[in-house]
């Protein structure tokens, strides 16, 4: 598989990027709103437009504030997604005609060596045709019209991304993952409340300053994809795909309809992960809204990773960590025991034991027992502690199969199973995890009862 060419879109804010970018990708990936300042970090994406692939990169809108503030932080990620791409789309509003900050980019945009192509974006209709034609004084070159939000423009926007692309092609070979493999590449995406230390953490892994900080809480609005070689202590280089989040609050102080969109992108990140690390402050220590996001990673059948993060300046060390460990284990009925690591996100302190923790638990995750190991294991459960007789009737269980891996899912046969009391289901999935080496992952247990022969017979009493 060849490496891909990277082209990124820029421009002022509210102009289209972020609709531009879900076309190209053909799905609403980033999150698009009326009001400007949407997108903050830049998003990545695998592009098609007309048989040309590519990897597309929406960024920011480019505003002139100080390099400081948060515009003039999401500025440099901009100018950073620039130097990187083997081309760059700007991006001007036709309706509202160049304006003054447009021409700024502009200016900036003509010492870069990276090449740029000029796209009037809602050309829709003669309201734009005056602005089409004031564009060229931006002086880089003939602009291309076009709708990003209705598709028109999209053959020559391919004329002009051609020969950039087929340049940009080389011959570099990528990985090819197979998810199977224990060193395919790992989906782990980082979720947690606000100002957690979730950007953080990711830019100290990466090693750069890939991702917007600072002490505004809520900066992450769309959940950010990174892939990375993780160096492990083992000398390997291990596949990593990083998904930054949203910070999620209790669902009833959410009123802003961003914040929504935020959350929901945020539970398709989830979604889309094999294993998710919840990441605690340490300096708050573990609140409801932690364990109402833990339950909804483990309900969702994704493998759980816990952090106690800023652990470099927690205060009583040892009483927070063994409180948060038994408030976990209380609070989290579905599954026991879930990994509960101490980093720092300032530091890089304990990043690759959370790392290794997250391969660990992907492993234990994608774990398939073949039947005889199995049933051999649950004969001997049933024989240590055999079912109950609700009103003095067997519950007969025949075998146990595993039907589905990621998360593991298992199938018990017998009679009268829908009687069979959750306590007993438990039993069974305590024993499962505990004994098979499946660990702190959400585990499923399906009942099924075999057709009875003799169903139809209204006077068969056989007890099978």
């Known amino acids: 598989m060849k490496h891909q060419p990277t082209v990124a879109i820029i421009g002022r804010p509210n102009v289209g990027k972020s609709t531009l970018f879900n076309r190209l990708v053909g799905?609403?990936?980033?999150?698009?709103?009326?009001?400007p300042g949407v997108t903050r970090d830049r998003r990545e994406g695998d592009a098609e437009l007309l048989g040309l692939q590519f990897r597309i990169i929406d960024t920011a809108g480019y505003e002139e504030d100080d390099a400081q503030t948060l515009p003039g932080r999401m500025r440099a990620q901009t100018e950073a997604a620039v130097a990187q791409a083997d081309a760059a789309l700007f991006m001007i509003d036709a309706r509202a005609g160049v304006t003054p900050l447009d021409a700024e980019v502009a200016r900036w945009l003509r010492g870069s060596a990276t090449p740029i192509i000029l796209l009037a974006n809602k050309a829709e209709g003669r309201a734009a045709e005056s602005a089409i034609f004031e564009a060229f004084r931006l002086g880089l070159g003939d602009p291309i019209?076009?709708?990003?939000?209705?598709?028109?423009?999209?053959?020559d926007l391919f004329e002009a991304l051609l020969p950039h692309i087929e340049r940009g092609d080389a011959d570099e070979e990528a990985p090819d993952y197979d998810e199977e493999d224990p060193d395919a590449i790992l989906k782990?995406?980082?979720?947690?409340?606000?100002?957690?230390?979730?950007?953080?953490?990711?830019?100290?892994m990466l090693g750069e300053q890939r991702l917007i900080t600072g002490p505004e809480a809520g900066i992450t609005r769309d959940s950010i994809s990174i892939d990375w070689m993780w160096p492990s202590p083992d000398g390997r280089q291990r596949a990593v795909r990083l998904i930054d989040t949203a910070g999620l609050r209790k669902k009833a102080k959410i009123e802003d309809k961003l914040e929504k969109l935020s959350a929901s992108d945020t539970m398709r990140a989830v979604d889309f992960a094999e294993v998710v690390v919840l990441l605690l402050d340490a300096t708050r220590g573990l609140e409801a809204q932690d364990l109402r996001i833990a339950d909804k990673v483990l309900?969702?059948?994704?493998?759980?990773?816990?952090?106690?993060?800023?652990?470099?300046?927690?205060e009583?060390?040892?009483?927070?960590?063994?409180?948060?460990?038994?408030?976990?284990?209380?609070?989290?009925?579905?599954v026991k025991g879930v990994p509960l690591l101490t980093v720092s996100a300032e530091t890089g302190?304990?990043?690759?034991?959370?790392?290794?923790?997250?391969?660990?638990?992907?492993?234990?995750?994608?774990?398939?027992?073949?039947t005889g190991a199995l049933n051999r294991w649950f004969e001997q459960a049933v024989e240590k502690n055999p079912p109950p007789a609700p009103g003095g009737k067997r519950i007969k269980l025949r075998y146990l199969t595993q039907a589905k891996t990621r998360p593991p899912g298992f199938v018990l046969f017998g009679t009268r199973v829908d009687q069979l009391p959750v306590s007993y289901q438990r039993y069974l999935l305590n024993g499962i995890r505990k004994d098979l080496g499946f660990g702190a992952v959400p585990v499923r247990l399906t009942l099924r009862a075999p057709k009875n022969p003799y169903g139809n017979?209204?006077?068969d009493t056989r007890d099978d």
Not at 27 to 35: C, N, P, S
Not at 299 to 314: P, Y
Not at 316 to 334: H, R, T, Y
Not at 362 to 369: F, G, I, L, Q, T
């Open 316 to 334: 009583g060390a040892s009483a927070l960590f063994n409180g948060v460990k038994a408030a976990l284990d209380e609070g989290l009925s579905q």
């Open 188 to 204: 782990l995406a980082i979720v947690g409340r606000p100002n957690a230390g979730k950007s953080t953490l990711v830019n100290k």
């Open 27 to 35: 799905k609403r990936i980033a999150l698009v709103d009326d009001r």
């Open 299 to 314: 309900s969702e059948g994704r493998a759980l990773v816990i952090a106690l993060n800023k652990w470099d300046v927690a």
């Open 457 to 459: 017979r209204p006077n």
């Open 145 to 155: 019209a076009l709708s990003a939000e209705h598709g028109d423009g999209m053959a």
């Open 349 to 370: 302190k304990g990043l690759d034991q959370l790392l290794a923790a997250a391969f660990e638990t992907r492993d234990a995750w994608s774990k398939r027992v073949g």
